[in-house]
């Protein structure tokens, strides 16, 4: 069984920053991509982030400039570090990844962490 677990959401004053983390756990044999998407009331779930295997990046277009995500490969662990936030911001951010299960070999799988609330205050 797989698990991703998020942390570090919170309340922050607008032009604040906040740092969350992904960790993933459990019977893992690889991991290709990893990333962030959030969902706003009353909107739909986009993508934030995300890094590949391989360190390439991809951010949408309304967090260049202001949100980076990294990796560390030993620790299977994803961090987005949210810098200039804004309310617009104002979100529940979700970890993704995309992992190769021992039990299922040959084929990654789509994995969600349980969601992590962000509150930009203006």
């Known amino acids: 069984q797989v698990q991703l677990v998020s942390s570090g959401g919170g309340l922050v004053q607008a032009g604040g920053s906040l740092r969350l983390s992904c960790v993933a756990s459990?019977?893992?044999?690889?991991?290709?991509?990893m990333g962030w998407y959030r969902q706003a009331q009353v909107k739909q779930r986009e993508l934030v982030a995300y890094?590949?295997?391989?360190?390439?990046?991809n951010y949408a277009d309304s967090v260049k400039g202001r949100f980076a995500i990294s990796r560390d490969y030993a620790k299977n662990t994803v961090y987005l570090q949210m810098n200039s936030l804004k309310p617009e911001d104002t979100a529940v951010y979700y970890c993704?990844?995309?992992?190769?299960?021992?039990?299922?070999?040959?084929?990654?799988?789509?994995?969600w962490g349980q969601g992590t609330l962000v509150t930009v205050s203006s």
């Open positions: 890094i590949t295997s391989g360190g390439s990046t």
């Open positions: 459990g019977s893992i044999l690889s991991i290709n991509r």
């Open positions: 993704n990844a995309e992992i190769l299960q021992r039990e299922v070999p040959g084929r990654y799988l789509e994995f």
